[in-house]
């Protein structure tokens, strides 16, 4: 796309934002309900997919199109006029549409697809208690009987599961073959007989992680995704081929409104007049962090380019979730200790925010929930020396 | 040369870690922090450890209240003793015996009443004025203006307050609970195991028998008030630290990935060597301060500044580590890590940032040749 | 949009690491480093990749020169390319042409002779005065004062110095090596791979035809001068901090303790990872800082100030963790590392210490809304 | 000891540090040659004897004898007036001395304690080229030859070995036991035929460090030092016996010259008339250090005091070698940043200085000298992790 036209679309983008965020979004979900928040989420995405920007990285056949650079585009513009993100949506338009495109049916994809974009929501169901990081040691299994399999088990950190409809799961297929091997992956339908779902309450005091018992659910043989035992490589592959554009994303938003609300906060007047900005050591922890983010948002444009060119390295998404987490967890550290007894005030944040959202003290226990899931930081560095150096793996241990 | 009370000190400990595990162990479950009850506190005559023996306390120093600090501190425990216990007969003990003074004292000791001071717990307490309030003269009395956010345990209790008189003398002012002008809120924060409150003082009046004075110096005393506060919060600290170290051994002992206990693998290992390694100089940096606090040390203010930023620091470096090692479960609500972290980051911005107390260390360098600290 | 060189780049790349390849290997085992020989990077072409095929240059911008610095960088390379081809061509080429500046610049281009220019490479010129000297009238003509130190490659060379005239704009002054007044001094440093001169300036008297001045703005050439150097360095510490981070990673896989490879130790490869990921964010950073400055952006300075300052410090931490992860071989000279870890050091102090790019980044956040750097 | 008489020996040892310290050695001892250093060391070495001062951890049998709390008090003295360090005396005067106390023969005592006294000088030959932190898979060997043991091998970063007249020697006496056992401890004269040193140039461009090659060394079975094959055990327990009050020299050390240098560096006015110590982040910078120096020498001497009285937990000595060389490598890198392109001027450091010489950068690369040998920080956490918080040990490596 040649570069006026680029530059046209964002001002469309622009544009559109300017008319249709909601100035005061932040200050009305503060505090909302669990209804209220789901429904201010379902209303903003199908704000955004009126205007085609709810699914703009699926094939135009599906109801998106968009090439990457104006995904970029509209991701940069979003997050500098402080969108609301799309969180209840978050693994129904990334995980499952991109499971669905790589590996699903036709069918499956007309189920689906069309539903998402008029309000299905889908939930992860991978992790179990007993698996940690070690997701592939996971021991729900789904035994095949006839046309369906029959799944019991139970998992573990399922985001937004109490108001799924859908639910991507893996199962074990064959407790006999080697951990990675004898997984399966399949569509379940929350609403089946024997889910139970039980939201757990969380550091920051939320409860949108969930516990899913599952007693001898009944899946049908249809809704497998690709062949049976090969669901952690389908797994894998759909995991990763996501990461790029939500993590370019997220690092625009933390250096559009992240980094602005600091500077801002940093620039208030206190009651002695003075301003934490007026403090060198403040100053020198904006600017480090500022150029750490800036190197970021490169990153992550880098590994979207290249992994649309084909060139990606095999770590790239490995080394952006490491480096984002523990930077978003710095400068939430940085936030709440500059701000001080204040940013303690801070009981609630807003429904609807990204992982930044002025509220440090929260923001700061928030950032542990990238830190910890989908490989913790201590496994991103174990496969960014394994896999992106060709450092030698640890022995095997004699048993 | 001191005496040595260590085991004096190790038998205090050990009762305090059987019984505010056992009040700990019945509060779990409960969706907010209980506080444990004070009748037991005082009973244990844990608030009167500075107290003399004359108005019904132990005759102790700031030490013994150090060991109660760090136990509380492990086990989270959700009390009035920094506001009570630290700072109320902490600044009791500061002034000159006067019937009110000594009445209130022995009552506060015998757990009858509990009592609050309102001084400043910010940054500005720090080397600045620790001061929120002062006493004007208007018509023929005096008058009593200011404003303290976030002080410990302020509602529902005895109200002292920091103040400088119309001399700009430090002094302390006992104020009644119904006196017009006085408005005391909570402020609520996210540690929901602390109580802190906004004291307001609108043209109170204010009685000459309520105004108390300090024994010795009164900027050496109030100073000396608001380093209590500080070095209180690094015990605190300490002791949170020291339980996620404990823990996070244990937890890792126990939970097994890829095959084997996920403590075998150096990156838990060598993170929980830093985490002890930084446990162990907080502690070496809080005994000496709080050594420098109960001998009276004419450079205590050093040796707290140093213990406070330290240990404080560390203290969230420490338990966030500690989340991050425990993993998922580390991060639900039932694991009780969060409380953990929600105090460590209250107790680093409490009595001062770091970077506050650092300041007030950086203030001595311009000034001559530096004391070598030998003791 | 850019026209994509990336083709280009990486065959100027290959060709660079083979030539300074081997031109390294025959040094080795010399007592001293050896300047490599100055006729071969200007038959390469590398000295005049900036300069206009008029003049026999290849036309082309810093960022075909960043590609030549950052291998200088992995290889330690000692060479007068960042006083003469960055800052020397770097200073012509912004100048006005002129016969004096046109022979110079056709000059050096062909490896005739080199040239240096004095400029503030300290923490000065950052956002700072660039210009340590001044032009002042004095009789009928004018005069020459000022002192800079450190400068690259300033000795046995023709001298420029950038100067503020009567009227305080900057010009370049083109010194005569035998002009009464000017004294130039070595200064030793302890990178012995890098030559760094003091050049004083002690009433000379100049003439009108030896003041060049800038074809655009003064102050933003001048500034963008001093950013050329600032931008140089962190090239030369990506290039060092990658060499290190594939010397360690090949060191560590064929070291064994334990009956192991150590870089099969989580500790180890921790570490490597950890490097790498300042590796790659360095190299972002300065990626984008190269395209800036090669299209003279407007806010060229802001991704300057964030590359230097963001590289050099990770370039210290990588050389200084490969140094620790070599064990006691990488304590010995021979082993070379040491090399990298002194060339690491000076980088991060010339032209701008880390602190002090931050400072001119901040400098920014008083003043309204931050441009989202987009692009 | 009294409070009362433990000042009394304080105002003695100030008294003798006034009157015996050369004020101007610092700038005499920059670029001296080998020779002029070395007999710089001895003199000094000579005038501490005469005061009761060089080996005041000796037995007083042997001419030391004095208490633990005057000997830190002496230590504070000496660091507080910046005297010479004991460099070449180092090995002799510590490992050699409380390795023949400890398991030495009287004989052996006799022979070398009061030699030492008179200058006899020490080598450790422990570290071998393949070792490395593994200390124990060292692979020099003595070979039993009727009264006497033959020896064969390389030992490496024997750090003065040049100088030296006596080395302490660890080699393998008996091949085929596991690595720990079977190494035997043998005092060997560097004069004997077979031993050749050769010295290797370090980062820091300066020469202590040496290889020694063995080629048939024979040494007479009576320099045996305790049962032969223990010899890993007696190197073991005299290793860390001595620890302490090294350590807590250098801490002292640390917190006096070095840090009031620090300072002193940061309030000299620059030519603008500004001066480091203006900068609120150097200020910070300084105010951490000082902080964690304080807490240093406190983990120092409450090392010192725990191990005299028997109580000394398993892996402080570990803590505080950790501790001490990260806290020296963070002071010197921010000594180096701070003072700038002026500290690269600095190309030779004062001979007889400590580990901190107000030469930035070249005391920066020193700092490596710490992380690094006996035992790197690597390995002194899994040390601290396995020993001190009993910690699940490495599984067995499958073979």
Redesign the interface.
């Known amino acids: 796309m040649a570069t006026s036209d680029l530059e046209e679309f964002r001002a469309e983008a622009r544009r559109w934002c300017q008319a249709h965020i909601p100035a005061d979004w932040r200050q009305t979900q503060v505090g909302v309900s669990d209804e209220e928040d789901v429904s201010f989420q379902k209303a903003w995405f199908q704000e955004l997919r009126k205007a085609g920007y709810a699914v703009p990285h699926w094939p135009r056949e599906w109801g998106g199109g968009m090439s990457v650079a104006e995904q970029i585009v509209l991701y940069q513009e979003l997050a500098a006029h402080d969108a609301p993100r799309l969180v209840l949506a978050f693994v129904s338009i990334h995980h499952a549409a991109s499971t669905l495109l790589a590996a699903g049916t036709e069918e499956q994809r007309r189920r689906h697809l069309p539903a998402i974009l008029d309000g299905e929501i889908w939930v992860q169901g991978f992790s179990e208690p007993e698996a940690g990081s070690d997701l592939a040691s996971l021991r729900t299994t789904a035994r095949r009987e006839g046309d369906a399999f029959v799944v019991n088990g139970q998992k573990l950190w399922a985001s937004g599961a109490a108001h799924a409809d859908w639910c991507l799961l893996l199962a074990r297929t064959d407790v006999t073959a080697p951990k990675r091997k004898g997984i399966s992956y399949l569509l379940m339908d929350m609403r089946s007989p024997g889910v139970d779902v039980r939201p757990i309450r969380n550091a920051s005091g939320e409860w949108h992680f969930c516990e899913i018992f599952l007693n001898d659910v009944v899946i049908p043989a249809s809704q497998l995704v690709g062949p049976e035992n090969e669901g952690w490589r389908v797994a894998q592959e759909t995991l990763s081929a996501e990461r790029g554009m939500t993590m370019l994303e997220l690092s625009e938003r933390l250096g559009n409104a992240g980094f602005r609300w600091l500077v801002e906060e940093c620039s208030r007047a206190r009651p002695d007049g003075l301003r934490l900005l007026d403090d060198a050591l403040v100053q020198d922890g904006l600017a480090a962090l500022e150029t750490e983010i800036a190197g970021l948002r490169l990153l992550c444009r880098g590994l979207v380019e290249r992994h649309e060119a084909g060139t990606a390295g095999p770590v790239e998404a490995s080394v952006v979730k490491l480096f984002y987490s523990e930077l978003l967890q710095r400068m939430m550290d940085f936030g709440t200790e500059v701000v001080g007894l204040a940013a303690q005030t801070s009981l609630h944040k807003p429904g609807s925010s990204g992982w930044e959202s002025g509220a440090w003290a929260l923001d700061f226990i928030g950032s542990w929930e990238w830190t910890i899931p989908g490989g913790a930081s201590e496994i991103q560095r174990t496969i960014i020396a394994e896999r992106g150096l060709g450092m030698p793996r640890e022995p095997e241990v004699a048993r | 040369?001191r005496v040595d009370l260590t085991e004096f000190h190790d038998e205090l400990r050990s009762v305090a870690r059987g019984l505010l595990g056992d009040a700990r162990a019945r509060a779990d479950g409960a969706e907010l922090p209980t506080p444990i009850d004070w009748a037991l506190l005082a009973e244990s005559g844990w608030v009167g450890l500075e107290v003399p023996e004359s108005l019904g306390g132990s005759g102790g120093s700031f030490a013994e209240q150090a060991v109660i600090l760090h136990e509380l501190g492990r086990t989270v425990t959700m009390s009035s003793y920094l506001g009570s216990a630290v700072l109320g007969v902490g600044a009791l003990a500061l002034l000159e015996p006067s019937p009110g003074r000594d009445e209130l004292l022995r009552r506060v000791t015998a757990g009858d009443l509990r009592v609050a001071v309102a001084v400043e717990?910010?940054?500005?307490g720090v080397g600045g004025d620790p001061a929120p309030f002062r006493l004007d003269r208007a018509g023929g009395g005096l008058r009593l203006d200011g404003r303290a956010?976030?002080v410990p345990d302020a509602t529902g209790v005895e109200l002292l307050v920091l103040a400088r008189d119309p001399e700009s003398a430090f002094v302390v002012v006992h104020v009644a609970l119904d006196a017009s002008g006085l408005h005391i809120a909570e402020?609520?924060?996210?540690?929901a195991t602390r109580s802190l409150g906004e004291v307001l003082a609108d043209g109170i009046e204010v009685s000459d028998s309520s105004i108390w004075r300090f024994r010795s110096d009164p900027g050496t005393s109030a100073q000396r008030l608001v380093d209590r506060g500080a070095l209180a919060i690094a015990c605190d600290s300490l002791g949170l630290a020291e339980a996620m170290?404990e823990a996070t051994?244990s937890y890792?002992?126990e939970?097994r990935?890829?095959?084997?206990?996920i403590?075998?693998?150096?990156?838990?290992?060598?993170a929980?060597?830093?985490m002890?390694?930084k446990v162990?100089?907080?502690r070496?940096?809080i005994?000496?301060a709080v050594q420098a606090v109960a001998g009276g040390d004419a450079d205590a203010s050093t040796a707290v500044s140093?213990a406070k930023?330290?240990a404080c620091d560390a203290a969230?470096d420490v338990v966030?580590k500690a989340?991050?090692l425990h993993?998922?479960i580390?991060?639900?609500?039932?694991s009780g890590?969060?409380a953990y972290?929600?105090r460590a980051?209250?107790n680093?911005?409490?009595f001062g940032?770091?970077?506050a107390?650092?300041?007030r260390?950086?203030g001595r360098?311009?000034a001559g040749?530096?004391a070598?600290?030998?003791a």
Chains 1, 4 share one sequence.
Do not use: N
């Not at chain 2, 402020?187 to 540690?191: A, E, G, I």
């Open positions: 040369m717990t910010g940054d500005d956010a976030f402020q609520p924060v996210l540690d170290v051994v890792t002992a939970r990935q890829f095959e084997r206990p403590g075998s693998f150096q990156a838990v290992k060598h929980c060597a830093d002890l390694v162990l100089v907080s070496e940096l005994d000496a140093m930023s330290y969230v966030g989340l991050q993993g998922g580390g991060y639900t609500w039932e890590i969060h972290l929600k980051m209250l680093r911005s409490l940032a770091p970077a107390h650092r300041r260390l950086a360098y311009g040749p530096l070598s600290s030998q």
